[in-house]
């Protein structure tokens, strides 16, 4: 099954107003003393996760095309059964449940369509700072502020000038070693401490020029990102500089990767040997 340019386009949009009515009860919920478990993974999940991921079950199900959904708050379901799937949703209803926690704003609704391996939309919202990115392969990526027109947004060349690199980096102030190493062999560099997803996003819209991933996280967190980076002229790859690949294996953890605009520079030199 082909989806053709505009079902595809149709699709983005619709996506895009289902991110924003889980962004909308996200923001309700910010707003009270909402719930907090532990997952068996040892991570948080809230009430605003668990509402955000019913309302874009409910509305992505309800869509004619009926893909099916994958999203961080479901069941797991077995490869048997998705190997063979050829288009499906890819949803991380609130990525940044920590940020979320936190109250910084920088938490966001992910939801992306997948066709054979490969994200071919992918929508970011952050409801509190009223901001989306979204991206459809072959028609570009956008940023939209409020109720402003969308702007195109494109990577850019990475500067050559020392100290000029821009590196989107988490707020956790724990790095790990393997993450220092890099940050130590790629020299003096600015830095933009960022939540969620919106991390690729910067590399996206040229505000950054990487941001590299050395631990631990799921195919929902990156998918969406993916999408809009691509079709701002960007990757994101694992450690081998290989794009990352969807739905693929039993496990649906991504192996370490890089988001970077500039595909002349070889950002692979930085990693340590343990990452490369």
């Known amino acids: 099954m082909l989806l053709d340019p505009e079902t595809t386009k149709r699709l ?3 996506a895009l107003t289902i991110a924003r009515a889980a962004g909308q009860r996200i923001t309700e ?12 993974d040892n991570t948080p999940v809230t009430t605003a996760d668990l509402e955000a991921h019913n ?32 288009h499906y949703w890819l949803v991380d209803p609130l990525d940044g449940t920590r940020e979320f926690m936190r109250r910084n704003g ?26 989306c990115y979204y991206g459809t392969r072959g028609q570009g990526a956008w940023k939209q502020i409020g109720n402003q027109k969308p702007e195109s947004i494109h990577v850019r060349p990475a500067p050559s ?21 890099f940050l130590d062999k790629l020299g003096a560099h600015n830095e933009v401490p960022m939540g969620s997803s919106l991390k690729s996003c910067l590399v996206a819209e040229g505000a950054a020029d990487l941001y590299v991933r050395l631990g631990p996280t799921s195919e929902w967190d ?7 980076v691509e079709e701002a002229g960007g990757h994101i790859t694992d450690t081998n500089l290989r794009d990352l690949k969807y ?30």
């Open 12 to 14: 983005t949009q619709q």
């Open 29 to 40: 919920v910010y707003e009270t003393d909402y719930t907090v478990a532990i997952k068996p």
């Open 55 to 86: 309302i874009i079950l409910d509305a992505l199900s309800a869509l004619p095309e009926a893909f099916p959904v994958i999203s961080e708050e479901s069941e797991q379901v077995p490869y048997a059964v998705r190997h063979n799937w050829t």
């Open 106 to 131: 920088e938490f966001s609704v992910n939801i992306a369509l997948i066709a054979n391996g490969q994200p071919i939309l992918g929508v970011v919202t952050a409801p509190v700072m009223d901001l």
């Open 161 to 181: 000038g020392e100290g000029e690199l821009t590196v989107a980096r988490s707020r956790c102030p724990v790095v790990s070693e393997r993450l220092q190493a």
């Open 222 to 228: 990156t998918a969406a990102a993916q999408c809009i």
């Open 247 to 276: 739905n693929t294996q039993e496990s649906l953890l991504n192996p370490h990767f890089m988001v970077f605009g500039d595909e002349t520079h070889n950002w692979r030199e930085y990693l340590p040997a343990e990452s490369a």
